[in-house]
Every structure is written in structure tokens, then in C-alpha cells.
């Protein structure tokens, strides 16, 4: 394993030296609070691994995105076309990713890049998309990734990890991609393999003894039938605080739902795609008027089915949550997924 | 605080073993320090779990809209007062209301609490108006004046207005020199700023609409936002549609907004949210001398026609 040693001194410059050939993005401070978003020359990636409200899904899948677009002018020949829209997919580099918000960006793949369906918005993002991952040294204590299948040094998804070590990060070069990206910030400079493999690792120790990993328990969610858990008493009570605001699926890493729009004004039509929530009912609500889900008890549920059993059951890869905590954060009635997975994990169905 | 806790627990538990309600609403606590989770309780047993401190920050009044039982609700001063628009506009009756009352003396504003530490809050407790807040690397002694809610700072209906039992003794009202403010302050503003205060004001929403679905007054059974046959807005993040979310959504409560503060609690940005329904609060009580939600036997100011009545805005 390759890694090199970056001076913090040096760190500026080299981010500006990648500009030459990245759009950079990353998290940086707003009026009160973090967002992810391209930063604009001298502005620099907030490197304390502060959590952003919203997650960078962002980056590769916009709230609001352009994507056709055509003339309604019946003079031109291609008049009622759709076309897609020109979008720079030049390479960028996101620093300073969370290890558990590039995890979510795998999950979200595995519906965007399928074998038999590939969106080309999300897959052209991903693709000129190098993930430069920031490890962190001291996790919050809304923190519970290492229940669900990430951590505070997880690599999945990342191209480079860097690794705060005080007066310089170590960077572990994960791919070639991050390799690429690394060498076009000018930082060469490989550190002793060995021992910087045992630093990281000391660091990596003492983060993730601040996690209490027994806390989220997880381990018995594939074996519970569905239906059982889907008709358990339990979500109606759960439910009740629930307002049915979007905010547990905005700031969600890996809620990839979304909605299509036509928009036209004058002789242009534009298609969009918008982030969706499973909370609203206008989500399900069928043009006959019907609507399967209906009632809030039913979207809360879908919620989570979805995120710790359906999703587990069809794709075997653990849970549909990274544990970053952002909707136990900011949820407004304090609905915490924890408590519920635990609830779900733990659930015996009642005897008839 | 305990000893409301303790005296809310003891009234409930009566009221449902005696099975003067089929339910409770209430508040138990939250998962994280400085939250609150309303919840419901059907059992004398469930009824130990309420609890109430400076948290309790939502309006309760939204959880009663259209329900058919027999319910107790504990209510604070503003809670009271959507409780009465809900029985006003036939969202509830009182006969099938028991409400215990909170006096009241201001909810705290877990941002400004938040912004003093730079860590995660870990502890948070209080006591004869001092607050305790801890992180892993700090503590502080807090006095509650200091970190109120901005509502809850110009509130002048602490106590409950409508209510059958009281958990406690009446507080005292404040007198409030310059209830708005605020809002003159905008009034002064050049249309220009006005124009620019309001779209940085909302240049961050992403449309979760949480301050709806928080606030007891948006109960309509499909949301001007959320019709899609015709569709009224837009979906996207256009400026446009954003701000006609908010104007909508604002003038919708004129005459009916009690200040609660639980859109502004409820967002997950961060949003002013209030700065819109002020201005509207202001002119309700100016022009029309109407303060909402204190009465449940008079019509509001904009579901009555009065000959007299004020038309300096009309231009």
C-alpha cells in the first residue's frame, strides 16, 4: 500500500495546483452550518470533519437537475426533442468525504449502475469523480458507522484516505484514480510504508473505541420474515411524533428516490429530475386517485423497511443506512433510526 | 422542572385510569441531549414516560387535528392558543379536549446553546432557571434568560389561555417594550433590501417543508405545494417556486399565526422562517386589533366582515 506524506503547509498549494486539472469540491462553512458544495478558487475544503447537514449525494446527484431539454418552436426540425442537456463532467475531486458518506455513494450505485439499467446522469458524475476521503480522528456521538457495515477509517468507496496525523495528513492511495489525483497536486512524497501503516492504525484504534458498536445491532435483520416485521404493532406508536416533513430522506447519503418535472417556458421545455421523499404522500399518490400509502403510518414504516430490511434482503450487502447520523440529528420530533433498527433487530412477532 | 414532570405524570396517569381520555398527548425524552419527542400515551403505565423541560419546543396542537378520540393534552401557553384555533376552525372539539395546562417560561434555542461548544453536547440538565451543559472536553453553567428562543423572548401568553387543569402556578407575563422590532426593522429596509433580505433568508431551503408539517395551523388535506392536477409550483429549486412556497405558505397564517416558533424549530437549515409570519402577526394586531388564539367564541379578523374595518392597505 502506498502512502504519502503531506505537509499542512503544502496543503493549500497543492489544491490549488489540482484546480488545473479538478473542479474541486468539499465542505465548507455557510452562515451557520456545512455544506458540500464546488468551491471557487482561494476557497478550501473545512478539513475537521464537521457534519454537514446535507450529505454530499449531492455532488453526483443534484436536489434539482436539468436533464433533457427541448424546443417547442415547430419552425426547427427537431422541435419537441428531447435532448440531454450539456453538463461538464470534467474530472472534480471531492475532499474531505466522510468514510461513511463514500460507502453511501456505493449504495446509491447499486440503483443507478445495474446490468440492465444505466442512468447516465449519475454514472457520468460518478465517473470523473475521484473520492478523497478524510478519516476521522474523533467521531460525534450521533456517530454509529461501524454498526452498519462502515467506520471512522473505512476505505469502501474511496479513492484516497486521508489521515489527519497534526502537522501533516498521510494520505493511503486506494486507487488508481487517487493516485492520479494526488500526483496532479504535486504531493510525491511516499512516506515509510510500515510505519505509517502503524500510525494510521493507532489513530484508527482510538476513534473507534469512541463508537460504541453494540449500541445499533443490526446482525439479526436478514433472518426476521418481512411480512412480520412489516405488520408489527409497533410502527403505529412509532409513527405518532412523525410530521411527514422530508428532512430524514434530504439529509440521507443514500435516499436516491426522485421525481421528474417538465418545465416549459415560452418555445423551451426543460426536463428535470428532484430529489423525492417517501414521506410525502403525493410520492405514491397514483393518477386514479389511489394512494397505496396513504397514511403516515405507512410512509414511516416504508422508511424504514426499506433502508434495514428491504434493502438488505434484496441486495445482501447490509443495511440501506451508513450510520452517519444526520436524520438523528436534525429530525424535528427526534424519530431516531437507531432506536428503530434496534426495535426491528430485536422484534419476536407478537402471538396471535 | 422535575416537579412539573412529576405533577404532569400524576395527572395523566389519573386521568387515564379514571378513563376520562382514551389518550394522552405529551412529550417524552428525546434520544440526544436537548430534544423532546411528542408522543402519545394510552396507558397509565406509558403516562410515567411523559416528561416536560425546556425542550419541549413544538406545538402539540399539531398532533390533535381531526382526531376523534378523548385526548389530554399538555399544552403551554402557545400550544393553548393553536388549541383554540383548532376548535375554531372545527379541527377539535373542546368537549373532547382535557388540557393540561403548562405555564410557562420560555422554551431554550438548542442552536445558540450548540454554537458555544465546539464539540457535541453530551449532558444537558437545568435548574431554577440555570442551565448545565456539557460536552466531552467542556461544561458550562448557563443562565436560561440568555438562551431562550426568539419567540419565546417576545411571548406575552406564557400561560396557558384555555385549559382545564393547570400543572403549575401562573407565571408571570413579560412586558415587552418593542414587540416587533424585528420586523420595523425590515419595514425600514428599501424595497431593494427587503427583496435581497428575503432571498438570502430562503437561499438555503430544500423544500423539506418541515415548518408546514410542524406548524398546527397547515392542515389542509392537500398542500397548495403538493397539488399536482393542476400543479401550482414548481418543483424544483427555481427562486421563484421557493418563494412562493414561503409567501403561500406565510400568508396562509395571517391571522391565525400564534408566533409558536415550531416551523422555525422544525428546520433542518436553519431558516428564519418566523420573519415572514411576523410581519404578519404585527399587522393582524395593528390593523385589526386581533391577537389569534385567545378566544374560542370570537370569529377572527379575516373570517368576519366588518364595514369599519381598516382598508389603509389596500392601494
Not at chain 1, 240 to 253: D, M, R, Y
Request: hydrophobic residues 35%.
Amino acid at each position: 500500500m502506498k502512502v504519502i506524506k503531506i505537509d499542512k503547509q503544502n496543503w493549500t498549494g497543492g489544491i490549488d495546483k489540482s484546480r488545473e486539472n479538478y473542479q474541486i469540491f468539499g465542505p465548507v462553512k455557510d452562515k451557520e452550518h456545512f455544506v458540500f458544495k464546488k468551491l471557487n478558487l482561494k476557497e478550501y475544503p473545512d478539513m475537521e470533519n464537521a457534519l454537514s447537514v446535507l450529505s454530499p449525494k449531492s455532488i453526483l446527484f443534484p436536489q434539482s437537475e436539468k436533464i433533457l431539454a427541448a424546443s417547442l418552436d415547430e419552425s426547427q426540425d427537431d422541435h419537441h426533442i428531447m435532448k440531454r442537456v450539456a453538463t461538464d463532467y470534467s474530472p472534480r475531486a471531492v475532499i474531505g468525504i466522510m468514510p461513511c458518506d463514500a460507502k453511501a455513494v456505493q449504495l446509491v450505485k447499486l440503483n443507478f449502475d445495474t446490468d440492465d439499467y444505466r442512468d447516465p446522469y449519475w454514472c457520468d458524475a460518478y465517473e470523473a469523480t475521484t473520492f478523497v476521503g478524510l478519516a476521522v480522528n474523533k467521531p460525534s456521538i450521533y456517530d454509529f458507522t461501524l454498526s452498519m457495515g462502515s467506520g471512522p477509517f473505512a476505505e469502501e468507496g474511496l479513492d484516497v484516505l486521508l489521515v489527519d496525523c497534526k502537522d501533516h495528513f498521510l494520505a493511503k492511495v486506494l486507487s488508481e484514480k487517487g493516485d492520479a489525483f494526488l500526483k496532479a497536486s504535486g504531493f510525491t512524497s511516499e512516506a515509510d510504508a510500515d510505519k505509517s501503516a502503524k500510525l494510521i492504525n493507532e489513530i484508527k484504534n482510538q476513534a473507534e473505541k469512541a463508537i460504541d458498536a453494540e449500541k445499533v445491532k443490526t446482525e439479526k435483520l436478514k433472518e426476521k420474515s418481512l411480512l412480520e416485521l412489516h405488520g408489527a404493532s409497533f410502527w403505529e406508536d412509532l409513527s405518532f411524533s412523525c410530521i411527514n416533513c422530508g428532512t430524514c430522506t434530504f439529509v440521507c447519503p443514500t435516499c436516491w428516490c426522485f421525481d421528474i418535472q417538465d418545465e416549459t417556458k415560452g418555445k423551451k421545455a426543460v426536463r428535470f429530475r428532484n430529489w423525492d421523499s417517501c414521506m410525502s404522500p403525493l410520492f405514491t399518490l397514483h393518477a386514479s386517485s389511489h394512494n397505496p400509502r396513504a397514511e403516515k403510518v405507512q410512509r414511516v414504516r416504508q422508511r424504514f423497511m426499506h433502508k434495514l430490511k428491504y434493502f438488505v434482503d434484496k441486495y445482501d450487502q447490509g443495511t440501506m443506512c451508513v450510520g452517519c447520523g444526520r436524520c438523528v440529528v436534525h429530525c424535528p420530533v427526534n424519530i431516531d433510526i437507531r432506536e428503530i433498527c434496534n426495535t426491528m433487530n430485536s422484534y419476536e412477532a407478537e402471538q396471535a | 422542572m422535575d416537579s412539573l414532570t412529576d405533577k404532569i405524570r400524576t395527572l395523566c396517569t389519573g386521568l387515564l385510569k379514571d378513563g376520562k381520555v382514551d389518550m394522552i398527548v405529551g412529550f417524552k425524552k428525546g434520544t440526544i441531549p436537548m430534544s423532546s419527542c411528542p408522543c402519545v400515551a394510552r396507558t397509565p403505565e406509558q403516562a410515567k414516560e411523559l416528561i416536560w423541560d425546556s425542550n419541549c419546543t413544538l406545538n402539540l396542537a399539531n398532533y390533535l387535528t381531526n382526531r376523534k378520540e378523548k385526548i389530554g393534552v399538555v399544552a403551554k401557553g402557545c400550544d393553548s392558543r393553536n388549541i383554540v384555533n383548532h376548535i375554531i376552525e372545527n379541527k377539535v372539539t373542546r368537549e373532547n379536549l382535557y388540557i393540561i395546562g403548562v405555564p410557562c417560561d420560555g422554551m431554550v434555542d438548542k442552536r445558540k446553546i450548540r454554537a458555544l461548544f465546539n464539540d457535541d453536547i453530551t449532558l444537558f440538565s437545568e435548574e431554577n432557571n440555570k442551565l448545565f451543559v456539557e460536552t466531552a472536553s467542556e461544561k458550562k453553567e448557563l443562565d436560561k434568560q440568555d438562551f431562550l428562543k426568539n419567540n419565546c423572548t417576545t411571548c406575552i401568553h406564557r400561560n396557558p389561555v384555555i385549559y382545564d387543569e393547570l400543572a403549575a402556578d401562573p407565571v408571570e407575563e413579560q412586558k415587552i417594550e418593542n414587540r416587533f422590532a424585528d420586523v420595523i426593522k425590515i419595514e425600514n429596509m428599501s424595497s431593494d433590501d427587503k427583496w435581497n433580505y428575503f432571498n438570502d433568508l430562503i437561499k438555503d431551503c430544500i423544500r423539506c417543508y418541515a415548518c408546514r408539517n410542524a406548524c398546527p395551523l397547515c392542515y389542509c388535506p392537500t398542500c397548495f405545494v403538493d397539488e399536482s392536477n393542476p400543479q401550482w409550483v414548481g418543483k424544483g429549486q427555481d427562486i421563484n417556486d421557493v418563494r412562493t412556497f414561503h409567501l403561500l405558505r406565510a400568508y396562509h397564517c395571517a391571522g391565525r399565526c400564534t408566533d409558536c416558533g415550531a416551523c422555525e424549530e422544525a428546520c433542518p437549515m436553519d431558516i428564519h422562517v418566523r420573519a415572514f409570519t411576523r410581519k404578519l402577526v404585527k399587522d393582524s394586531c395593528e390593523i385589526f386589533d386581533w391577537e389569534p388564539g385567545l378566544d374560542p367564541n370570537k370569529r377572527p379578523a379575516l373570517d368576519t366582515f366588518n364595514p369599519d374595518d381598516p382598508d389603509g392597505f389596500i392601494k
